[in-house]
């Protein structure tokens, strides 16, 4: 059964720091491409970073540059975004997504809710 677990979410007060992580199972979590996405009431999901297979190399939404961290650990299986300098705007909903690197299977998590605020 695959899944995607996220958790790490909670309050955090502006300009503050908030460590997501994602645990997989259920599928070859080194053939997939990993990203965090996020979601706000009447928006789109929308992109936050992404991940290669082998953890090479990484892509991040302008909003979230120099602030966000995306990593991975594929001996454990795990996908982590680091967010500092925490904003506002950064309240949401953090999903994290699988896609393979090759064929089209994509997962998804339930997500974690992030509220930045004071």
């Known amino acids: 059964q695959v899944q995607l677990v996220e958790s790490g979410g909670g309050l955090v007060q502006p300009g503050g720091s908030l460590p997501l992580s994602c645990a997989a199972s259920?599928?070859?979590?080194?053939?997939?491409?990993l990203s965090w996405y996020r979601q706000t009431p009447g928006k789109e999901r929308e992109l936050v970073a992404s991940?290669?297979?082998?953890?090479?190399?990484?892509n991040y939404a302008d909003s979230v540059k120099g602030r966000f961290t995306i990593s991975r650990d594929n001996a454990k299986n795990l996908v982590y975004l680091q967010m500092n300098s925490l904003k506002p705007e950064d309240t949401a909903v953090y999903y994290c997504?699988?896609?393979?690197?090759?064929?089209?299977?994509?997962?998804w998590g339930q997500g974690t809710q992030v509220n930045v605020s004071s």
């Open positions: 997504h699988a896609r393979h690197e090759r064929f089209s299977l994509r997962y």
């Open positions: 991940i290669s297979s082998a953890g090479g190399s990484s």
């Open positions: 259920g599928f070859t979590f080194s053939n997939y491409v």
